[in-house]
């Protein structure tokens, strides 16, 4: 069983930055797709930002330019740099990894963006 630790949410003004972090307990060589998902209060989880295959990026229209996702092979961590955060960026941020066959979950981490 995979676990997944993410950390790094927080309250933070319109404009400011947050980077959250994903500890996985397995390789991350074991697989295929990492990523960050959100879910807003009274909508549905959505993709943030996602690397596939251990080179090309995928990230949501709504984030580009403001959001970096990153892996770290040897910490085997999965990191969101988010800058110029907007108040609509409030939500619970998913850590998210798929390996043949199964489908892992973090607990999630929330982000608040407000003044």
């Known amino acids: 069983q995979v676990q997944l630790v993410e950390s790094g949410g927080g309250l933070v003004q319109p404009g400011g930055s947050l980077r959250l972090s994903c500890a996985t307990s397995?390789?991350?060589?074991?697989?295929?797709?990492v990523g960050w998902y959100r879910q807003a209060p009274g909508k549905q989880r959505e993709l943030v930002a996602l690397i596939l295959s251990g080179i090309s990026t995928n990230d949501a229209d709504s984030v580009k330019g403001r959001f970096t996702i990153s892996r770290d092979n040897a910490k085997n961590t999965v990191d969101l740099q988010m800058n110029s955060l907007k108040p609509e960026g409030t939500a619970v941020y998913y850590c998210?990894?798929?390996?043949?066959?199964?489908?892992?979950w973090g607990q999630g981490t929330q982000v608040t963006v407000s003044s």
């Open positions: 998210n990894v798929k390996a043949v066959g199964a489908i892992y």
């Open positions: 397995g390789s991350l060589f074991s697989f295929y797709a």
